[in-house]
């Protein structure tokens, strides 16, 4: 799309979501349910581990304007049960809010990745999801090792509470590479989100598809969450899923 546009025309475009991607589908990013993804370009934490690092810039052409998602997603009503939102980090977007209403308004529920970078979006749109899994990094001590950005932590501990209190289905997940969460950062984390109601976690292993990071590759150890480790964090949830990188 030309940068020569109107300024009528990109106020229009500016009220679009700005999609940096999609899947098809998928029936493991919204449990139970056969799903689209719709990856939000943009976000602003540059976490290591990340895999999918070219979502990072928002300053970026979208990779198909969101009415021709729409007319895709439309395409799909009654083949598919559910829409994710994912990215990126899709609570970036200030179109998010009208985007899940285009959604819903096509019978597909609706389900959010998130790392909760913006707690006050988050709340806007919780009531219109039906899903959430939500990325949480470390121990809240440890979180701008990891993300970057200073502060973050108070962000992603305000989301957690938003998610729990919201009453809305959740995941909290945390991904774990030896070199950046030990089980000393696990341990806290565990205790700081079941202190705060966190009933159903998933550990998953560090996977480099995607990561840009030759260093973390290197040093990643497959099946570091072995079963002793994972059983200790087991026991602290009603629902808890592991995922090795080998599984």
Same mark, same amino acid.
């Not at 009603?238 to 080998?246: G, P």
């Given at each position: 799309?030309? !940068? *020569? ?11 679009? $979501? ?24 943009? #976000?602003?934490?540059? #976490? +290591?581990? #990340? ?12 990779? =198909?304007?969101?009415?021709?998602? *729409?007319?895709?997603?439309? +395409? ?14 899709? &609570?970036?977007?200030? !179109?998010?809010?009208? !985007?899940?209403?285009? @959604?819903?308004?096509? /019978? ?5 990745? &998130?790392? /909760?970078?913006?707690?006050?979006? $988050? ?8 899903? @959430? ?30 998610? =729990?209190?919201? +009453?809305? %289905? ?5 991904? =774990?590479? %030896? ?13 700081? =989100?079941? /202190? ?44 808890? &899923? *592991?995922?090795?990188?080998? +599984?």
């Amino acid at each position: 799309m030309s !940068a *020569l546009i109107s300024s009528s025309a990109g106020t229009m475009a500016d009220r679009e $979501l700005k999609v940096g991607g999609y899947a098809r589908f998928t029936s493991t990013d919204y449990p139970g349910e056969l799903a689209a993804v719709v990856f939000v370009q943009g #976000c602003p934490w540059r #976490c +290591g581990y #990340c895999h999918n690092p070219h979502l990072q810039p928002r300053d970026v052409a979208p990779a =198909i304007a969101w009415r021709d998602m *729409l007319a895709f997603l439309a +395409g799909r009503a009654g083949l598919l049960d559910a829409v994710v939102f994912s990215g990126g980090e899709p &609570t970036l977007d200030p !179109a998010l809010e009208d !985007a899940m209403r285009s @959604v819903k308004a096509l /019978g597909f529920k609706v389900g959010l990745h &998130t790392a /909760g970078i913006y707690p006050e979006r $988050l709340k806007q749109v919780l009531p219109l999801t039906d899903w @959430v899994g939500l990325d949480i990094k470390t121990s809240f001590e440890a979180y701008d090792e990891i993300t970057g950005v200073s502060g973050s932590a108070q962000a992603a501990r305000t989301a957690a509470r938003l998610v =729990i209190e919201s +009453g809305v %289905p959740y995941e909290f997940r945390t991904t =774990i590479h %030896p070199r950046l969460t030990t089980p000393r950062h696990l341990a806290a984390l565990v205790e700081q =989100i079941s /202190g705060m109601g966190c009933e159903t976690y998933a550990l998953q292993d560090f996977r480099s598809v995607g990561c840009r990071s030759q260093d973390l590759i290197n040093s990643a150890s497959e099946g570091v969450l072995h079963g002793e480790l994972a059983g200790q964090v087991k026991s602290r949830f009603r629902q808890f &899923t *592991l995922r090795q990188a080998n +599984g």
